[in-house]
């Protein structure tokens, strides 16, 4: 496995007089309990680590000299100290830039990717520092990325967590990325932290805002496949049946993965992350399930809308009402052809009212549009507003009949499953 170090650079701490760069020495000491006493904690991860590519962020002022001297080049190290003081410096040059990363690639055995950015981050240089990042982070070619970011300084290591999420946006595949930190003590010796967690949690989050805003639980079913088999095998179920449109099949799904999440055993087993989820989800159901499919469906209609799918709003909302019209003749979905299914959709609307009646083949049009691009809706001279402003006015006018609807069918509505 190809990995790339990501790691800082930071200014001149603890300068003496004589203009020489210094970080404090330390032994650091790894969790496998092996020591590397370095000034530098990237020194000391090249040596415990192979890397197919080590990036290294600083400024234009940071102490690169430091690093020409410790390859053994006297003569650039004293070209840059006087480029990056930082009080008559001008900053480091590109020459001596690309000169140093032609030097720490032989001298290291591997390719070095320099960056010396602005010296502060303000609100003016913010988004043109955050996409000099991301440039750099597209010469990245590895399976995997370690960050480092001991000597990360002020807002630097923000700026790059901004960068790193963009650059990821743009990746087909994400690069796995994990994280370590070099604690440094003036007793003894200095711990190294692997904190994979702090990455791992940031995955969480994203998965779990896909799946309340997109509807898609496939991140987050594989997060908590370790210690939640059952909601990982539903919450995959339910996300395949909202791609693929099988909506009148979303009822089993539901009820199983609600029943998994209250009947949780060794919930105490799972990471502290899940707790609030956990809760979260319980409301979510508590929104969208109903005791008729038709509801059911129309909650989850209304819960797109509210975020912003619009299209997939509009065809849970017309699946809605034809179930209802099946319920009303006692049939279900699952038992009928697409030919019956029509034929007892065309029979039973004409017990609605013809206001009812009209919305719902409005809203039928608007399926068809939004779902095969029919050009019968087009067409249509009344068809001028958004499709969000369209999904509200429909919702209004035909939730009432899935709500009450023994005041506008003749055949009462046996109790049936939701499947």
């Given at each position: 496995m190809k990995t790339a170090l990501l790691t800082f650079l930071g200014g001149r701490r603890n300068k003496p007089r004589d203009n020489n760069t210094i970080y404090e020495s330390t032994a650091y000491q790894f969790p496998d309990g092996s020591?590397?006493?370095?000034?530098?904690?990237?020194?000391?991860?090249?040596?415990?680590?192979?890397f197919s590519q080590i990036v290294i962020l600083g400024t234009a002022t940071s102490?690169?000299?430091?690093?020409?001297?410790?390859?053994?080049?006297?003569?650039?190290?004293?070209?840059?100290?006087?480029?990056?003081?930082?009080?008559q410096g001008l900053g480091l040059m590109i020459e001596s830039l690309k000169k140093l990363e032609?030097?720490?690639?032989?001298?290291?055995?591997?390719?070095?990717?320099?960056?010396?950015?602005?010296?502060?981050?303000?609100?003016e240089n913010a988004q043109q520092e955050m996409m000099r990042y991301v440039e750099i982070l597209q010469k990245i070619q590895a399976d995997e990325i370690l960050l480092d970011f001991t000597h990360g300084f002020r807002p630097m290591p923000m700026l790059l967590n901004s960068a790193l999420q963009f650059w990821q946006s743009l990746q087909t595949i994400h690069t796995p990325i994990r994280m370590v930190y070099g604690e440094f003590s003036q007793h003894g010796d200095s711990t190294v932290h692997y904190l994979d967690d702090i990455q791992h949690s940031m995955k969480v989050a994203q998965a779990v805002r896909l799946f309340f805003e997109k509807m898609d639980g496939s991140e987050l079913a594989g997060l908590v496949e370790g210690f939640w088999p059952s909601g990982c095998r539903y919450l995959k179920e339910?996300?395949?049946?909202?791609?693929?449109?099988?909506?009148?099949?979303?009822?089993?799904?539901?009820?199983?993965?609600?029943?998994?999440?209250?009947?949780?055993s060794h919930l105490e087993q799972a990471p502290p992350w899940f707790k609030p989820?956990?809760?979260?989800?319980?409301?979510?159901?508590?929104?969208?399930?109903?005791?008729t499919l038709p509801l059911t469906?129309?909650?989850?209609?209304?819960?797109?809308?509210?975020?912003?799918?619009?299209?997939?709003?509009?065809?849970?909302?017309?699946?809605?009402?034809?179930?209802?019209?099946?319920?009303?003749?006692?049939?279900?979905?699952?038992?009928?052809?697409?030919?019956?299914r029509k034929d007892i959709i065309e029979e039973a609307k004409w017990e609605l009212g013809e206001e009812f009646r009209n919305s719902f083949d409005d809203l039928q049009k608007l399926r068809?549009?939004?779902?095969?691009?029919?050009?019968?809706?087009?067409?249509?001279?009344?068809?001028?507003?958004?499709?969000?402003?369209?999904?509200?006015?429909?919702?209004?006018?035909l939730y009432p009949v899935m709500l009450q609807p023994k005041r506008y069918f003749s055949i009462e509505p046996k109790p049936q499953h939701n499947d």
């Amino acid at each position: 496995m190809k990995t790339a170090l990501l790691t800082f650079l930071g200014g001149r701490r603890n300068k003496p007089r004589d203009n020489n760069t210094i970080y404090e020495s330390t032994a650091y000491q790894f969790p496998d309990g092996s020591l590397e006493t370095t000034d530098y904690f990237a020194a000391a991860l090249r040596h415990k680590h192979h890397f197919s590519q080590i990036v290294i962020l600083g400024t234009a002022t940071s102490i690169w000299d430091k690093l020409a001297d410790d390859a053994g080049d006297l003569e650039l190290a004293l070209e840059i100290i006087p480029q990056t003081d930082e009080v008559q410096g001008l900053g480091l040059m590109i020459e001596s830039l690309k000169k140093l990363e032609i030097l720490l690639t032989a001298s290291w055995g591997t390719e070095v990717i320099l960056f010396a950015g602005e010296g502060g981050i303000t609100s003016e240089n913010a988004q043109q520092e955050m996409m000099r990042y991301v440039e750099i982070l597209q010469k990245i070619q590895a399976d995997e990325i370690l960050l480092d970011f001991t000597h990360g300084f002020r807002p630097m290591p923000m700026l790059l967590n901004s960068a790193l999420q963009f650059w990821q946006s743009l990746q087909t595949i994400h690069t796995p990325i994990r994280m370590v930190y070099g604690e440094f003590s003036q007793h003894g010796d200095s711990t190294v932290h692997y904190l994979d967690d702090i990455q791992h949690s940031m995955k969480v989050a994203q998965a779990v805002r896909l799946f309340f805003e997109k509807m898609d639980g496939s991140e987050l079913a594989g997060l908590v496949e370790g210690f939640w088999p059952s909601g990982c095998r539903y919450l995959k179920e339910l996300t395949e049946r909202l791609q693929e449109n099988k909506l009148n099949q979303i009822g089993s799904p539901l009820r199983q993965f609600s029943n998994s999440l209250q009947k949780m055993s060794h919930l105490e087993q799972a990471p502290p992350w899940f707790k609030p989820i956990r809760i979260r989800l319980i409301q979510w159901l508590e929104i969208i399930q109903n005791e008729t499919l038709p509801l059911t469906l129309a909650n989850l209609a209304e819960q797109f809308s509210k975020n912003r799918l619009h299209t997939q709003a509009i065809i849970a909302l017309h699946e809605a009402m034809v179930e209802q019209f099946l319920l009303a003749r006692n049939q279900s979905s699952r038992n009928l052809s697409d030919r019956e299914r029509k034929d007892i959709i065309e029979e039973a609307k004409w017990e609605l009212g013809e206001e009812f009646r009209n919305s719902f083949d409005d809203l039928q049009k608007l399926r068809n549009f939004v779902a095969h691009g029919a050009r019968e809706v087009r067409s249509q001279k009344n068809y001028h507003y958004s499709l969000s402003e369209y999904f509200k006015k429909h919702f209004n006018a035909l939730y009432p009949v899935m709500l009450q609807p023994k005041r506008y069918f003749s055949i009462e509505p046996k109790p049936q499953h939701n499947d």
